[in-house]
């Protein structure tokens, strides 16, 4: 089933077309990279989904509404940023009780919620006190507290360190799994975020050079090396104990099928953090224009 349907979609700012004629339908439960270079129009696709500004023409449905004309799409689609704009003097207590009463969200089920997402010791911390990861795990439990069904991110790793960026990925695969939330993140790091996503969607130029699920846009490239990185080494190498795998720190080298090796994993329980092989970088190139 799909959430959102675009067909056609066109936007213009002035004279200058930066959208050209996007058609695309994004599933349910599904996490969708949306990629390409600077000035591609990722921002302004992902702003007209979240009913911030209004298409030039074309159609776009959003949980079956008009995202620009919509009491709705405000309560059901939760928007994150690049940069948390969280008040630095203001303690996580102060914003979480804020931001409850604003969405008539009950303060226990906040508080479930940053337990969740292993946060509930920072209540008493003010924002300035935080690292910016924390902020950015914060900013994505803030837009839970409304109950949204769609969850729109704009670069949400963008000012973050490795280690912060793959605890945001991971908090939308949390997402997505347990809670049964649709998530759009774009992405200078296409690499990075490919191992947490089910589709992607490039763009170039206002372009669509791709549309489709992570599977197809790899789907030459199987039998060679990578390496990945897993929440529970043992359990990996208990679950690939019949292939040939090499640990090398905290990596393990495998060769094979990336979908079906990541299907056995998540069978296992156990969570990829990275991956990373210069064919993905080569494939994703090849299939939809990046630079
Ligand atoms: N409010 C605006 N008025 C005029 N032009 C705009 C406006 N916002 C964006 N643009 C232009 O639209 C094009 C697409 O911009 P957009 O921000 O959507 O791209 P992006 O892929 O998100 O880029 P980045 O990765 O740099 O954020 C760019 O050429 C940009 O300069």
């Keep these: 089933m799909s959430v959102i349907d675009a067909i056609n979609l066109t936007k213009r700012y002035g004279d200058i077309e930066v959208l050209h004629g996007l058609t695309f339908s994004i599933e349910d439960r599904s996490i969708t990279l949306v990629m390409g270079p600077n000035g591609a129009g990722k921002s302004t696709l992902l702003k007209i989904i979240g009913g911030l500004i209004n298409r030039t023409s074309g159609y776009i449905s959003v949980l079956g509404e008009d995202p620009w004309n919509s009491n709705k799409i405000p309560r059901k689609v939760g928007i994150i940023l690049d940069k948390p704009f969280l008040p630095p003097y203001l303690t996580v207590i102060d914003i979480v009780k804020e931001?409850?009463?604003?969405?008539?969200?009950p303060l226990s089920d906040a508080k479930r919620l940053l337990e969740d997402f292993n946060l509930l010791h920072f209540l008493k911390n003010k924002v300035r006190e935080l690292s910016a990861g924390t902020k950015q795990k914060l900013q994505i439990v803030f837009s839970l507290i409304k109950n949204p069904e769609i969850i729109i991110a704009?670069?949400?790793?963008?000012?973050?360190?490795?280690?912060?960026?793959?605890?945001?990925?991971?908090?939308?695969?949390?997402l997505r799994e347990?809670?049964?939330l649709t998530v759009l993140i774009s992405s200078h790091?296409?690499?990075?975020?490919?191992?947490?996503?089910?589709?992607?969607?490039?763009?170039?130029?206002?372009i669509m050079k791709f549309f489709g699920k992570v599977d197809k846009l790899l789907r030459?490239?199987?039998?060679?090396?990578?390496y990945i990185v897993v929440d529970n080494i043992g359990k990996a190498l208990e679950a690939l104990k019949d292939r040939k795998i090499e640990?090398?720190?905290n990596q393990i080298r495998i060769s094979g099928n990336l979908a079906e090796i990541s299907k056995i994993?998540?069978?296992?329980?156990?969570?990829?953090f990275y991956v990373r092989n210069s064919i993905i970088d080569k494939s994703i190139k090849g299939e939809t224009g990046w630079e």
């Design 178 to 180: 347990k809670m049964g």
């Design 247 to 249: 640990v090398i720190g």
């Design 154 to 174: 704009d670069e949400p790793t963008a000012n973050l360190d490795i280690t912060s960026r793959y605890e945001v990925y991971n908090t939308f695969a949390v």
């Design 265 to 272: 994993l998540s069978n296992a329980g156990v969570r990829i």
């Design 189 to 206: 790091i296409p690499a990075e975020i490919l191992a947490f996503s089910t589709h992607v969607l490039a763009i170039n130029n206002g």
């Design 99 to 105: 931001v409850s009463s604003e969405f008539n969200y």
């Design 220 to 226: 030459n490239n199987f039998l060679e090396e990578f």
